[in-house]
C-alpha cells in the first residue's frame, strides 16, 4: 500500500468516526406536548385566509349585485317620472 | 402516506379545510420543531419560530401549487428564511449563553443518558453552528432528519451531485474543525 491509497484510507476512517460520532449526537428531538397541543388548537382558532378570501369574494359580488339593482331602479323611477311629466304637460290645457 | 393521499389533502387544506390542514400540521410539526432546534440550538426560540412557520403555510397554502417540489421541501423553507431572520436579527441583539438553554430530551432516551449527551451534544453543535447555513441544513436533514442526497437537494435546491459533494466537503470541514478545538471523543 502506497502513501496516497494510506492516506485515503486513514481519511476514509476518520470520516466514517465522523459520522458515527454525528449520527449518535444529531438525534430528534421530542417538541413539548404543551407546545404540540397550544399550536394545534390556536392553528384551528385562526381565520384560515383563503376562507376569508371566499367570504370576501361573496360579499363583493352581493354588493355588486345590489348596486346593479338599485341603478336599474333609480333609473327607472326616473324614467317613469320623466314621462308623467311630460304627459302631465300634454294635458293641461294652454290658454 | 401515499403522494397522492398528500395532494388530496393538500387540495382540501388550500381550500380552507382546518381538519386537512390540521393532518399536515400533526405530520410536520416535529420535522420542522427539530430543524428549527438544530439551527437556533435553543429551545423557545425554535417553539417561536416553528408556530410562525405553520400560520406562514396557513396563511399560503392557497397559492401553494405542486411544481414538483413536495409540500414538505416548501415547510422547510419557510423555516430556513425564518431561522435566516432570527439569526440577522439576534447579530443586533445580545446572545443567550448555552447555559440558559434548557436540557431537552432525545426520543426514547432515559433522562440520565440525555445528560450524559448534553455537553458532547453543545460541543458538536458549537461546531456546526460555525458552518455555512447551507451546510448546517445538510447534517441536520441528513442526521436528524435522515433523508436522501436526492430529497435534501430538494429542499435545498440543488442536484443530488452537489450535495453529495457538499456532504464531503462539509465532513471535512467539521473534522477539521474538531481537530482544532479540544472537544468531542
Do not use: C
Not at chain 2, 66 to 85: C, E, K, M, Q, T
Not at chain 2, 96 to 122: C, F, M
Amino acid at each position: 500500500m502506497n502513501i496516497k491509497e494510506q492516506f485515503v484510507n486513514v481519511s476514509r476512517d476518520q470520516m466514517g468516526k465522523l459520522e458515527t460520532k454525528l449520527n449518535g449526537l444529531l438525534k430528534p428531538i421530542a417538541p413539548r406536548q404543551e407546545f404540540v397541543s397550544t399550536l394545534r388548537d390556536r392553528i384551528h382558532v385562526t381565520q384560515n385566509p383563503a376562507l376569508i378570501d371566499r367570504f370576501t369574494n361573496i360579499q363583493f359580488i352581493l354588493m355588486m349585485v345590489l348596486g346593479v339593482i338599485s341603478g336599474v331602479v333609480l333609473v327607472s323611477m326616473g324614467a317613469r317620472v320623466l314621462v308623467n311629466l311630460l304627459s302631465f304637460k300634454k294635458k293641461t290645457p294652454s290658454f | 402516506m401515499p403522494d397522492s393521499d398528500e395532494n388530496e389533502i393538500l387540495a382540501k387544506a388550500s381550500q380552507g379545510d382546518r381538519d386537512a390542514f390540521g393532518y399536515l400540521y400533526e405530520r410536520y410539526v416535529e420535522r420542522i420543531f427539530n430543524y428549527v432546534y438544530y439551527r437556533t440550538g435553543n429551545v423557545h426560540d425554535a417553539e417561536d419560530i416553528t408556530a410562525r412557520v405553520f400560520y406562514r403555510a396557513l396563511h399560503h397554502i392557497h397559492n401553494y401549487r405542486d411544481r414538483g417540489v413536495p409540500f414538505s421541501a416548501w415547510l422547510y423553507r419557510i423555516a430556513h428564511n425564518l431561522v435566516a431572520n432570527w439569526h440577522r436579527d439576534r447579530s443586533r441583539k445580545q446572545e443567550i449563553p448555552l447555559t440558559e438553554v434548557p436540557t431537552i430530551r432525545y426520543k426514547g432516551d432515559a433522562p440520565e443518558q440525555t445528560l450524559l449527551y448534553s455537553e458532547e451534544r453543545e460541543n458538536l453543535l458549537h461546531l456546526i453552528h460555525k458552518l455555512s447555513p447551507d451546510r448546517q441544513n445538510l447534517l441536520i436533514l441528513k442526521f436528524v432528519e435522515h433523508m436522501s442526497n436526492a430529497e435534501i437537494g430538494q429542499i435545498l435546491g440543488r442536484s443530488e451531485g452537489a450535495v453529495k459533494s457538499l456532504y464531503h466537503r462539509t465532513l471535512l470541514s467539521l473534522r477539521d474543525e474538531i481537530g482544532e478545538e479540544p472537544v468531542v471523543e
